[in-house]
């Protein structure tokens, strides 16, 4: 026996100044356990002129593959043409999360060993992506994460030193984050991811949750004002964002597309284009 797991959901979050404002989860789906399929459309739709989008979908499915003998799982989110307060904008952003994990043989039924689903990240895009009035190019390796599918394949590579751990330390999300300058104070989810990988990069055993990224760089801002991190990009008077995000831990990945800390004159905090995706056997 077999409990699927998928959800996704195209946006959420709240305003918290000039209003208060919580934006449901939009196009919100989830696996029943059994497996099967959700799906899940809305039209276009505009939240107080200050998010839009033409349309979102998403959709999760769960089945057994009998060719392959693994239970496999997807989940995916598709926003066509989003408006972010004027400053983000996008043609197209799809978020793909895909799984599968094999039975259980005899031997580690017998010996109770918790086993994992393979998971990757391969699919997950931009297109038309503006940020600031600034057409950008995201680069993204994906390859990475398909080559470590599991939590085991980090923990492998982390307690190995040389290119297999730096390989896992180069895409920790805030691993490229300079000294901060005391003259600008840094938000508390700044200092949190800030203080994240420095924790991280001290210990001698992974984590139980890392966050980490698929997003290597972004290229194309022009403006000096705006500073970028890797995946982090940061807009005065505006507020921060974080692309391409992943939750890694034991047998389970979460993607946000986009997470957004809105930081003077608009202030909250959103996400854009998340998954998540699972799967246990039974005994």
């Known amino acids: 026996m077999y409990f699927y797991h998928a959800d996704a959901l195209a946006l959420g979050g709240a305003f918290t100044r ?17 497996g099967g399929n959700a799906f899940c459309q809305m039209d276009k739709t505009d939240f107080e002129g200050k998010i839009s989008f033409d349309s979102v979908q998403s959709s999760v ?57 393979e998971i990757i990240t391969t699919g997950c895009h931009f297109s038309g992506l503006r940020i600031a009035g600034h057409p950008v ?48 104070p840094e938000p508390q989810h700044l200092k949190d991811v800030r203080e994240g990988f420095k924790v991280l990069s001290g210990a001698g055993a992974l984590q139980s949750t890392v966050l980490t990224s698929f997003v290597k760089n972004v290229k194309g801002i022009q403006g000096p004002e705006i500073k970028t991190w890797g995946p982090i990009v940061v807009i005065p008077q505006f507020g921060t964002i974080y692309l391409g995000e992943v939750i890694v831990s034991f047998g389970q990945r979460r993607v946000h597309m986009m997470r957004l800390e809105l930081g003077s004159p608009d202030a909250g905090s959103f996400i854009f284009g998340s998954t998540g995706s699972n799967g246990s056997t039974f005994p």
């Open 137 to 184: 190019e995201v680069d993204m390796e994906h390859d990475l994460f398909a080559s470590m599918p599991t939590y085991k394949h980090w923990q492998e590579a982390w307690t190995k030193n040389g290119a297999p751990r730096d390989s896992v330390s180069g895409c920790i999300m805030g691993n490229k984050l300079s000294a901060p300058d005391p003259k600008e």
């Open 18 to 34: 000039p209003i208060q404002k919580a934006i449901p989860s939009q196009a919100a789906c989830s696996l029943p356990t059994i």
């Open 61 to 117: 499915n769960g089945s057994f593959d009998d060719q392959n003998s693994y239970h496999v799982t997807s989940a995916s989110v598709i926003i066509n043409n989003l408006n972010v307060l004027n400053v983000i904008m996008a043609d197209q952003i799809v978020a793909r999360l895909a799984a599968r994990h094999a039975p259980k043989t005899p031997a580690q039924v017998a010996s109770g060993e918790a086993t994992e689903a």
